[in-house]
């Protein structure tokens, strides 16, 4: 499972001539006489898996195969055949049988789990049957279960990893381009990016909220502190929000801590307040009560302090917030990979794992303050 260009063709191409001739690392001098193709279309298997610049016919240097496409195979001098199939057509794996099968970007086949199941069933020659899965991965029901099942081996390929064998600029550029997206991390670094069904946000409603923003009339700090400092503790979820003259909230940075003393969140805090020249600080004061701004104090006694209390659970304060982001009156500055990824896992009852969510605890705190709060001059703690 990898990313666009990362050699997983290669890979395919190379498994597949090896086996065919019984070449060592992938076959121990068996040749395997009868191999499966599958593709999503017969076209994507001729023009990718045979004869693509990473194909079968390409990679051979010695001995190389014949292709015969009329009756959609590979035959090599030892005996061996490759045969293609097609994932639109599931029933033409019925009747075949195989020792191995190569099955590339399983994710985008067409009848996924029918395709893979009626080719489950023709793998029942010689001693040891194996398939290939090379793919780029989506969230889609036959990947989620084969990354489940403990018969099969997963390894990851980075696009980045094979920089060398890519036309030079491209990483450069599609990074500049897609830098921090879910784009970036599912088709470069090849990572399953799921939504999940019942939360807020989704990934692809994500995708369209950066922008460009107006002067920021207002921005204020939001920190959600941790109960403890203990490693084991929560993190502590710190999110710089902005509103600009359109009347848009704008996030500008997550900040958030991992298990940080009380000292160290306050002082990033306090830091951003002034980087940002922020109205104020706007602290969730349920855990520490004062004393989270007795700490923010300890760092700059001036700062000005927005104590703020829970009195409903975190998903309905969280849901107003949502709403503004579907109505596109919040936008993100740039991608922020580790704020979306909880938003989009932020269920009814919480994160999946059971984890807290501070940094959507924070947002919430923030875009409520600039857009659902009294409108004006800060609301601010007196603190003399």
């Known amino acids: 499972m990898g990313g666009r260009g990362c050699g997983k063709t290669r890979l395919g191409a190379e498994w597949v001539n090896a086996m065919a001739r019984g070449l060592s690392p992938f076959s121990r001098g068996h040749r395997t006489m009868r191999i499966a193709l599958v593709g999503e279309t017969l076209g994507d298997v001729r023009e990718v898996m045979v004869d693509g610049a990473s194909g079968i016919l390409s990679v051979t240097r010695t001995n190389r195969p014949r292709y015969e496409p009329t009756r959609r195979r590979l035959l090599w001098e030892s005996g061996a055949v490759a045969q293609a199939f097609s994932s639109e057509d599931p029933e033409s794996l019925r009747g ?151 009347g848009r909230a704008v ?13 160290e969140w306050a002082a990033r805090a306090v830091a951003l307040f002034n980087r940002h020249e922020a109205d104020c600080i706007v602290a969730e004061v349920n855990q520490g009560g004062e004393m989270v701004t007795a700490v923010l104090r300890t760092i700059d006694a001036t700062v000005p302090v927005r104590e703020v209390r829970a009195r409903r659970g975190k998903w309905l304060r969280a849901e107003p917030v949502a709403a503004l982001y579907a ?17 989009c896992d932020f269920g009814p009852e919480g994160l999946s794992g059971g984890r807290s969510p501070d940094r959507v605890d924070a947002l919430v705190w923030a875009i409520t303050e600039l857009l659902l709060g009294t409108t004006g001059q800060p609301r601010i703690r007196n603190l003399n």
């Not at 900040?255 to 000292?263: F, M, N």
């Not at 740039?334 to 990824?341: I, Q």
């Open 96 to 246: 075949p049988q195989f020792e191995a099968a190569w099955c590339d970007e399983a994710a985008k086949w067409k009848n996924a789990n029918d395709c893979f199941d009626m080719l489950q069933f023709g793998l029942r020659l010689g001693e040891n049957p194996r398939q290939l899965v090379t793919t780029t991965p989506k969230p889609v029901p036959l990947l989620k279960r084969l990354l489940a099942d403990p018969t099969f081996t997963l390894t990851r390929m980075r696009t980045q990893d094979n920089a060398t064998n890519l036309a030079g600029g491209f990483i450069d550029a599609i990074r500049a381009r897609y830098a921090g997206s879910r784009l970036e991390r599912q088709e470069l670094d090849g990572e399953m990016i799921e939504d999940r069904a019942d939360a807020l946000w989704t990934r692809a409603g994500l995708e369209m909220i950066g922008a460009d923003h107006g002067t920021l009339q207002r921005i204020v700090v939001a920190v959600d502190p941790p109960a403890t400092s203990r490693r084991t503790s929560d993190a502590c979820g710190i999110v710089v929000a902005g509103l600009d003259e359109a």
């Open 251 to 263: 996030v500008l940075e997550d900040a958030t801590l991992a298990a940080a003393r009380p000292q």
């Open 327 to 343: 109505q596109g009156r919040v936008i993100h500055a740039r991608h922020f990979p580790e704020l979306e990824d909880e938003m």
